[in-house]
Structures are given as structure tokens and as C-alpha cells.
């Protein structure tokens, strides 16, 4: 069967810069749904599909991660969804090993944030070529050339726009296509809920219809030019330039150009790297790896999902496939489309895709299944943590619940769980890389499992891994505790840094390795 073309790719951005509203901008445009607001949404908002719980209500952010599958001129585009907060950087760093490219949101008035130079480092650390779409150009902001010279100064990606802006910030009329010359005039909808109507007008009415604007904005485009700052293919997907587009994901100014883009310049499903050096090539026999691990959607699905993204050939429900982690036949009856609280049957996955499965209880982050030719792909490393609790359960007569909890929550990913003999399993350390991954623990043990739990936060920030060798040697030391994580991995916590360094100085001969960030 012959599949459509697939784009598969994230938004990535800095809370409030407008994931939600580009979103759903997205969908609309490629008419998946009616109207704006009915898929994303804050609390608030009509809708609030993705956010599944209450702690998501309660702050207002979206914590689960989804995919929305769309068609657009003869192409199927995923759009997999990434947590907002940044105490959740590590799942949007597991769902980046799940994306070809990615679309990153910038404030036009905030500029570069925190979270989005974090955010631009994972991208360039995964080799994903990256879209810079400047949002929020209806409203007053910061200047455009400036926003390139941040992008330039502060990440060392070179901006290409592709379109630039008619109008400064807080009146924008339109885009000047640089490629093409033609001036891309926006029309205003009320609300911004309906397609925004664009007309292509020539240079020359261009000049006649937006005057001073229209130059301003030649004389920019030029002097862009003159500084190299075209658009090249090959430099994007190597990950040295980064395409810019200026939007109102609000008034749907610009979204359209965004999917062309998309279809025209990212780069479509390739070959997949395995741990053993062998590359599956898309037309291969099927593949997959599972990127996320979510259970406890809602009351009405109280069940455990695998997220995977389809690496090789083709994914049909039902069939049944093996777990390379343990050889094991897995059957995938139950394959779903999710996105937020919507599901509905996958019949047939191609390269790109993601899958959800259900009750996939053996299915961890990293692990593969494949059909015909065995394949294994490499795992996704945890982050390094820097925060670390010890768990217990408020009431001792549940342990079997809580137990049952932690194991799940740890498989999940939600935080790392440590265990030592000294701390026994009624007291395992819950380790996070930001504090609000407690919270969602506290929040599910209660809800989710019935077992309330009391943390004591341990005066730890830095890990660094040892051997089991010389684990005994290092918790004899003061201020020093050695955990096993349940990959296996030995850990020895330090208040701080320089505590950590004083250990290494004092004692070389023991192994004090500073945690890798990364993995694929
Ligand atoms: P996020 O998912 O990245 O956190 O951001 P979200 O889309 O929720 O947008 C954050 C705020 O910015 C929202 O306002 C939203 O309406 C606004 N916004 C998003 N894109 C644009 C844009 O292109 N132009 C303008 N002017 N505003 C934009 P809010 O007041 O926090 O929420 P709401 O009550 O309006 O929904």
C-alpha cells in the first residue's frame, strides 16, 4: 500500500510563547477539527482535551504528551506534543528522539527565554533541524532584525528568515516571501477563530498597497542577504541554520506558510541508527521504538500506554510483534491513535507515525519491537537529576500499593527511583531533574494508587556515577550516599559541587563520573 509522504515534528518553546494557540492554529488550518480551542487549551478554555490532570487544571500547563495526525496537501503531518515547564525537560527530550525536526516558538516581545535555549541545545545536541517561528507580531515586541541577532549571539544558529514582516510588531500587515518577492497580505478574522484569508499580491501592488512598510521591509530582507542570511537546505539539515517565519498564531497570520514549510523543507522519516551500527531503512521490515510510557489517563482509560514512533516499514493492528529487550511476542491489538483525551483504533502505521499501545505493561522508554528482521535501537539516557526525596508511605498498610506505584511511575519516567539497603524499599529515594516531577508523583500515588506518601526532601543536588566496586568505599565517606537506580546504575549523591569535586580530589582512585545527559 502506498503510503503518503509523513512529517513528523514537535513545537517546542518557552511557556506562554503560544505552542497551544499554534496548535491548535495547525489543526485548524488543516481542518482536523472545526474551530479553534477545541483541542488544546488552558484551564479556562472550552475543551481542555490534553489536560488530563488535576494538577495540570490547577497550574494551568500541559503535561501529557499527544500526537495530532492531519492531512495537508498530499502529506500526513504529526505534531507531537511537548510539556510546557521546564521541571519536564526530559520529556521533551524523549519526544524529541521521536521527531524529524522541530518547530520552535519565540515571543516576538520576550525574545530568547531560559527554556528555549535549553530547548535549542537538545535540538542541536540531537542533530534536529530546527524552524524558528517568531510568534505574537501583532502585538507591540521587541525589533525583528534584533530577534536575529539574539537567535545568532546566544544559540550560534545562523537565522535564514523565509518570510519577514510587513509592519512592525503590534501592526503587522503581512510577510514579505523572501524567496519569491511577493508580499503576503493578512487579513483580520474576529477572534482569530476562523482561517485568516491571505492574498499573494505582487512586488509591485505590494509597494502601492503597504508603502513605507513594504520598502522598510525590502531594505531589511536585503541587508539579510548581504549577511548570508538565505535560505540553505543543506545547512538546515545539518543543523548550522535555522529558518525563520513571523506568525500570530492568534489571528492565524502565518500558519500557512509554517505547514508549507513544513512539507517543502523538513526532512521526512530516514534511516533509523541501531545499537549495533546497522541502519533500518524505512522501506524495511516494521519497526518502532517506544519514546514515552503513560498510564492513568483519565477515569475512563485507567490503563498503561506506550507511545511509539514507527522507524521501518509497516504497522498494521493486530499484528504481532517481538520486544527486543526480552524476545517476547507482543500482541498489538489494542493500537491507538491518542491525542489527549480522543483515541481511536490505529489500523495502519507508516514510518513517522506514532502509535499508542495499550496495557503495554512490559514496554519501557527506549525499548524497540520489530516484526521480521530483528533490530534493537539504542536506548534514551535519563537526565542528570538534581533534586531528591525520600518516598514513604503515609499509611503502612498500603505497601503493596505503593510499591506497585513506585515501580510504575519509575518505569513511566516520571521521576528516577534510587535504593540502597541502609534506606530499605519502604523508603526509596525519588530523584527528579525539576521539583514539580514530585508533585505529579505525590499527586498519582494518592489518586492513581491509593497510597498517599509523605516526602522528605534530602539535601543532595549533584549525582555522579560510581561502580559497584567502589560504591562501599564512597558511602563510607561523609556526606556521601551511594543508590542503585533500577537500570542498574550506581549513584553517588553530593550537596553540591564542590563536595562532589573534593571527593574526586581526595579519593582518585575511585570512579566519580559525571552523569551523561544524553544517549541517542
Ligand atoms: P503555551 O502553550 O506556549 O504556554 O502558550 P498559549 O498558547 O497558551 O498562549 C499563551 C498566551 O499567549 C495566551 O493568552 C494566548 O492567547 C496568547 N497568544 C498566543 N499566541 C498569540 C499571538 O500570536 N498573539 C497574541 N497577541 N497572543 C497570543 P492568555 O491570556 O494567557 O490565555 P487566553 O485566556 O487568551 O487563552
Not at 500541559?62 to 502529506?75: N, V
Not at 546566544?154 to 503581512?174: C, N
Not at 541502609?422 to 514539580?436: E, I, K, W, Y
Request: charged share 25%; hydrophobic share 45%; with cysteine.
Amino acid at each position: 500500500m502506498s503510503a503518503l509522504p509523513r512529517r513528523t515534528f514537535a513545537v517546542i518553546s518557552h511557556p506562554d510563547a503560544g505552542k497551544s494557540t499554534l496548535t491548535e492554529a495547525l489543526a485548524l488550518h488543516a481542518q482536523v477539527i472545526a474551530e479553534a480551542g477545541a483541542v488544546h487549551g488552558k484551564a479556562g478554555r472550552r475543551g481542555t482535551v490534553s489536560d488530563w490532570m488535576e494538577i495540570e487544571r490547577a497550574r494551568g500547563i500541559s503535561i501529557s504528551s499527544a500526537a495530532l495526525q492531519f492531512g495537508y496537501r498530499e502529506h500526513v503531518v504529526n505534531l507531537v506534543d511537548t510539556p510546557g515547564h521546564s521541571d519536564f525537560s526530559e520529556d521533551t527530550y524523549r519526544v524529541l528522539s521521536a521527531v524529524d525536526s522541530a518547530v520552535m516558538l519565540v515571543d516576538a516581545a520576550k525574545g530568547l527565554e531560559p527554556q528555549t535555549l535549553k530547548l535549542f541545545q537538545v535540538c542541536a545536541h540531537r542533530g534536529i533541524p530546527v524552524v524558528t517561528v517568531i510568534n505574537k507580531w501583532d502585538r507591540p515586541g521587541l525589533d525583528a532584525l534584533e530577534l536575529m541577532d539574539q537567535i545568532e549571539k546566544e544559540i550560534g544558529l545562523k537565522p535564514t528568515p523565509l518570510t519577514w514582516p510587513v509592519g512592525i510588531s503590534g501592526d503587522f500587515k503581512g510577510v514579505l516571501d523572501r524567496r519569491s518577492g511577493d508580499f503576503i497580505r493578512y487579513t483580520r478574522t474576529a477572534g482569530g477563530a476562523t482561517r485568516a484569508p491571505e492574498e499573494h499580491l505582487s512586488p509591485a501592488a505590494a509597494a502601492e498597497a503597504a508603502g513605507p512598510d513594504w520598502a522598510e521591509a525590502n531594505e531589511s530582507s536585503e541587508l539579510l542577504s548581504a549577511d548570508g542570511a538565505d535560505h540553505d537546505q543543506e545547512t538546515f539539515l545539518a543543523g548550522a541554520t535555522t529558518p525563520v517565519l513571523f506568525t500570530s498564531a492568534l489571528l492565524n497570520f502565518g500558519v500557512a506558510q509554517l505547514l508549507d514549510v513544513l512539507l517543502e523543507l523538513a526532512p521526512a522519516p530516514s534511516t533509523t541508527a541501531a545499537v549495533d551500527g546497522t541502519a533500518r531503512a524505512v522501506d524495511e521490515d516494521f519497526s518502532a521504538f517506544v519514546f514515552k510510557v503513560q498510564a492513568g489517563m483519565d477515569a475512563a482509560h485507567r490503563d498503561r500506554l506506550a507511545y511509539a514512533r514507527v522507524c521501518s516499514g509497516v504497522f498494521e493492528r493486530g499484528m504481532v510483534v517481538t520486544h527486543a529487550a526480552t524476545g517476547r511476542p507482543f500482541a498489538t491489538k489494542y493500537a491507538q491513535a491518542v491525542f489527549g483525551r480522543d483515541r481511536t483504533s490505529v489500523e495502519v502505521a507508516h514510518p513517522g507515525d506514532i502509535i499508542g499501545l495499550v496495557n503495554a505493561n512490559a514496554l519501557r522508554v527506549g525499548d524497540t519491537i520489530f516484526a521480521g528482521t530483528p533490530v534493537e535501537y539504542p536506548g534514551i539516557a535519563s537526565f542528570v537529576p538534581e533534586h531528591f526525596a525520600a518516598a514513604r508511605a503515609v499509611d503502612s498498610g498500603r505497601y503493596k500499593q505503593f510499591r506497585r506505584g513506585i515501580e510504575q511511575l519509575d518505569q513511566e519516567g516520571v521521576v528516577q527511583v534510587l535504593r540502597s539497603e541502609f534506606r530499605s524499599d519502604q523508603s526509596p529515594v525519588l530523584a527528579a531533574v525539576g521539583p514539580m516531577q514530585f508533585e505529579v508523583v505525590t499527586s498519582r500515588m494518592e489518586s492513581e494508587f491509593r497510597s498517599p506518601i509523605r516526602l522528605e526532601r534530602l539535601n543532595y543536588s549533584v549525582a555522579r556515577r560510581t561502580t559497584a566496586e567502589d560504591a562501599p568505599a564512597l558511602a563510607g565517606l561523609r556526606e556521601v550516599e551511594v543508590l542503585q537506580r533500577s537500570d542498574g546504575a550506581h549513584l553517588a549523591l553530593f550537596s553540591d559541587r564542590w563536595r562532589a569535586d573534593a571527593v574526586a580530589r581526595q579519593h582518585p582512585d575511585l570512579l566519580l563520573e559525571a552523569l551523561p545527559a544524553s544517549g541517542r
